[in-house]
């Protein structure tokens, strides 16, 4: 029983680059979420998804976009990286009032 | 709009010692309130939530609507408390999303 899988679990990108973070879960949630850490700022959430096919902003979506075309997979993409994007990224799963579920995290650098 | 406030960015305590971990909100509804821990090199995880009002590893919580406040509270601190704490929100009308606080570091040193 893996619950919440992110891919990669760390990377590091040239400012302009692009890429995509994986986050699959198996535990058939509707509502899926990414968040980023920084530190003295906590979890900000970049955007949601409440079921598949559906994405919503969060708190910090600009330079973002997301995907949520499998219900079990949910992802994360950066369409031209910039060294303010350099975060600890976490996905979760769940109701937040069941208690999410969380992956172990991807860390970007951006240089 | 719904606010979560941790005062404190690190907490040190000797072993033994009681814990307290503040956390104020901001909301105008009836919130539910959590708290994650998140320990060195794992991933985050549901500690408590107010509406269970449960005992995790000795941590207790309780919500105080007149001072809005979820506080964290331990008795005696033991080493392997040390983690990242959060405490989080829940508002009406949010599609389950949480708010959360920037966090406080517990350490407990012997």
């Known amino acids: 029983n893996a619950g919440v899988t992110q891919t990669p679990k760390f990377r590091v990108l040239k400012t302009g680059q692009s890429m995509t973070l994986l986050c699959a879960q198996d535990?058939?949630?509707?509502?899926m979420y990414w968040y980023r850490q920084d530190p003295g700022m906590g979890l900000r959430l970049i955007h949601y998804?409440?079921?598949?096919?559906?994405?919503a902003k969060g708190e910090v979506p600009d330079g973002y976009n997301v995907s949520r075309l499998k219900k079990q997979n949910f992802l994360l993409g950066l369409e031209s990286a910039a060294p303010s994007q350099t975060s600890v990224y976490f996905c979760?799963?769940?109701?937040?009032?069941?208690?999410?579920?969380f992956g172990s995290g991807t860390r970007l650098t951006v240089v | 709009a719904q606010r979560v406030t941790q005062p404190e960015k690190l907490l040190s305590v000797f072993k033994g010692a009681p814990v307290e971990l503040k956390c104020n909100y901001s909301y105008s509804g009836s919130p539910e309130l959590f708290w994650y821990v998140q320990y060195s090199r794992q991933r985050l995880q549901l500690l408590l939530r107010?509406?269970s009002r449960e005992s995790i590893k000795g941590f207790t919580a309780d919500l105080n609507k007149g001072e809005t406040s979820f506080h964290l509270k331990k008795p005696f601190a033991q080493e392997e408390d040390s983690a990242m704490y959060y405490c989080?929100?829940?508002?009406?009308?949010?599609?389950?999303?949480?708010?959360f606080g920037t966090g406080t570091r517990l350490q407990v040193t012997l």
């Open positions: 979760a799963s769940g109701r937040g009032d069941y208690g999410y579920t």
């Open positions: 989080a929100l829940i508002g009406s009308g949010t599609a389950s999303k949480l708010t």
């Open positions: 107010h509406i």
């Open positions: 535990m058939n949630h509707e509502y």
């Open positions: 998804s409440v079921g598949e096919g559906t994405t």
